[in-house]
T-cell receptor
Framework: DAKTTQPPSMDCAEGRAANLPCNHSTISGNEYVYWYRQIHSQGPQYIIHGLKNNETNEMASLIITEDRKSSTLILPHATLRDTAVYYCIVKSAGSARQLTFGSGTQLTVLP | EAEVAQSPRYKITEKSQAVAFWCDPISGHATLYWYRQILGQGPELLVQFQDESVVDDSQLPKDRFSAERLKGVDSTLKIQPAELGDSAMYLC???????????FGPGTRLTVL
């Protein structure tokens, strides 16, 4: 599975959009981009995943560049409860392999 | 909403003692995972089950760790004997099958003194 690069930390003002970048320049054609987050002292929580089209659900939007080498997770109206470590993970379609977590981005939503 | 259950939530033990953690996955989920998360790092897989069979235990320290899922439902992870370096959060996750998104439990925080 391709490796990912994320900034170690970001701040965002409450009520504003939080845009979390992820670089996955070695991604291959059958690899999906997954996003999970982990609020302090809790288990990771699945957010969203996508292959090449932009995806949106009730939690977030995922924007994947046309060349698929990077993506952005967007939390449209960040709240204090969105403060967490956000993990971007690349995983092959049809792969039974486990999720490989990196260090993630610590997002702090400021009041 | 269905959740993955884990117990205990916290465990303090002395080195050389045995400890066990329990996980009950979301009903109907065939795949179950145990991860270990050291403070400040991302979770790392220890063992993965499909029903009652082990799919991947390549990262499980088999000299002291064991895991079972006898009836293909709930699972137990055991450490015997515990060492100081085993202090970590132990996370259980489940998924509908090998290819779908994983749902994590709240974890068991182990402290070895």
């Amino acid at each position: 599975d391709a490796k990912t690069t994320q900034p170690p930390s970001m701040d965002c003002a409450e009520g504003r959009a939080a845009n979390l970048p992820c670089n996955h320049s070695t991604i291959s054609g059958n690899e999906y981009v997954y996003w999970y987050r982990q609020i302090h002292s809790q288990g990771p929580q699945y957010i969203i995943h996508g292959l090449k089209n932009n995806e949106t659900n009730e939690m977030a939007s995922l924007i994947i560049t046309e060349d698929r080498k990077s993506s952005t997770l967007i939390l449209p109206h960040a709240t204090l409860r969105d403060t967490a470590v956000y993990y971007c993970i690349v995983k092959s379609a049809g792969s039974a392999r486990q999720l490989t977590f990196g260090s993630g981005t610590q997002l702090t939503v400021l009041p | 909403e269905a959740e993955v259950a884990q117990s205990p939530r916290y465990k303090i033990t002395e080195k050389s003692q045995a400890v066990a953690f329990w996980c009950d996955p979301i009903s109907g989920h065939a795949t179950l995972y145990w991860y270990r998360q050291i403070l400040g790092q991302g979770p790392e897989l220890l063992v993965q089950f499909q029903d009652e069979s082990v799919v991947d235990d390549s990262q499980l320290p088999k000299d002291r760790f064991s895991a079972e899922r006898l009836k293909g439902v709930d699972s137990t992870l055991k450490i015997q004997p515990a060492e100081l370096g085993d202090s970590a959060m132990y996370l259980c996750a489940s998924s509908r099958d090998l290819y779908n998104e994983q749902f994590f439990g709240p974890g068991t925080r182990l402290t070895v003194l």
